[in-house]
């Protein structure tokens, strides 16, 4: 069974940056979509971005376009989400899930298409 864990949040001032690395094991990972997903006090769970299983296809909310950008290492089994001039508004839980596929250059935001999902890790932006 695919197990993903997610690290590298944490309370940054709002312009700055973070990266979240989601790791997997149980499985191989590039048989896998990668999505990340955050979910704000009050609020519904959202996509924030997805990525292909050979990484050429990616997709991104258009709250986070042009300032967030997934990419993965499936040789180490890893993905991650680099996310620049965070703003208050993106202080959230990030989730990333995995989406088994048969196709190398599809990506999906729909949350139902993922079975797996991680614990996920606390991102706050603050001053």
């Known amino acids: 069974q695919l197990q993903l864990v997610e690290s590298g949040g944490g309370l940054v001032q709002p312009g700055g940056s973070l990266t979240l690395s989601c790791a997997a094991s149980?499985?191989?990972?590039?048989?896998?979509?990668i999505g990340w997903f955050r979910q704000a006090p009050g609020k519904e769970r959202e996509g924030v971005s997805c990525?292909?299983?050979?990484?050429?296809?990616?997709n991104y909310a258009d709250s986070v376009k042009g300032r967030f950008t997934i990419s993965r290492d499936n040789a180490k089994n890893t993905v991650y989400l680099q996310m620049n001039t965070l703003k208050p508004e993106d202080t959230a839980i990030y989730y990333c899930?995995?989406?088994?596929?048969?196709?190398?250059?599809?990506?999906?935001?729909?949350?139902?298409?993922?079975?797996?999902w991680g614990q996920g890790t606390q991102v706050t932006v603050s001053s």
């Open positions: 149980g499985f191989t990972l590039d048989n896998y979509i």
């Open positions: 990525i292909s299983r050979n990484g050429g296809i990616t």
């Open positions: 899930a995995g989406g088994p596929s048969l196709f190398q250059t599809i990506c999906f935001m729909q949350q139902a298409r993922y079975g797996y």
